[in-house]
């Protein structure tokens, strides 16, 4: 059986320069960080869905385990 996933579309995430590894030049998670760069820095998993036309989320959850990205949206459901 798969895990859960852990974030869904609405999940809005923030690059977090905090990276140990080094992200290869030509791969998805390249991609998913200089997609959010270009954004300012941040973006929902919707849209960055909608950039690439495919589920984003693998690369995306990697890049959160691998610190090079922080899930915002709990921050803001903690404000609220």
Do not use: H, Y
Request: hydrophobic share 40%; glycine share 6%; aromatic share 4%.
């Amino acid at each position: 059986m798969a895990r859960p996933r852990i974030i869904t579309d609405e999940t809005v995430v923030r690059v977090n320069a905090r990276g140990t590894k080094k992200l290869q030049k030509a791969s998805a998670r390249r991609a998913v960080v200089n997609f959010l760069i270009e954004q300012g820095g941040s973006a929902s998993v919707r849209k960055i869905n909608k950039c690439f036309g495919m589920d984003m989320i693998p690369p995306v959850q990697a890049l959160l385990r691998g610190n090079w990205l922080e899930n915002i949206s709990i921050e803001k459901e903690v404000e609220e």
